[in-house]
């Protein structure tokens, strides 16, 4: 196969999506899985006074998101093929244990993958066609960034919070 160069739109969302090992993000802080590193299942499931959601069920939103999207990318198939139920925020596992936190981990990652390569193999011509009545694929690409920026400031947050709560 022909080294093609990627189209620049989606090259770019790949960086800021999946950046490379070593590559500080823009903005100086955390990747999604940068956010991750070393947070244990206990402190994943702890849910802060007044916070609506823990950092494992932002974790699972994260996954549930690039599901979604992938789908789209893909022509829409695959509907119902989450593993987890509850959909954008699917619920914790009955036993919030270390291997349970570690599948949900790897979840997310197969979920990333899934769709930076749905994104490679994509068509850049169509990135401004409609993916839904009122998204582009394009907006779908930065909406997805946007959407992780927001959740890892979330995380961050959360991890210093738990730190001062439990002294871990």
Known sequence: MENVPLDVRIR?????????????????????????????????????????????????????????????????VERGGFPRPGGYWARLPAVPDAASWKADIALLKQEHERLADAVRR???????????????????LWGIVMHDLY??????????????ETGE
């Open 12 to 76: 770019d969302f790949l960086t800021a999506f999946n950046p490379p090992p070593g590559k500080r993000l823009w903005y100086g802080g955390a990747s999604l899985f940068g956010s991750l590193r070393g947070v244990s299942a206990a402190q994943a499931a702890w849910k802060a006074p007044g916070h609506a959601h823990c950092i494992w069920e932002l974790l699972l939103h994260c996954a549930y998101s690039r599901y979604n999207v992938r789908r789209l990318f893909e022509g829409g």
């Open 122 to 140: 994509f068509d850049p011509a169509r990135l401004d066609e409609h993916a839904t009545q009122e998204h582009t694929f394009s907006d779908l």
């Open 151 to 164: 959740h890892v400031g979330e995380m961050q947050v959360l991890k210093k919070l738990v730190e001062l």
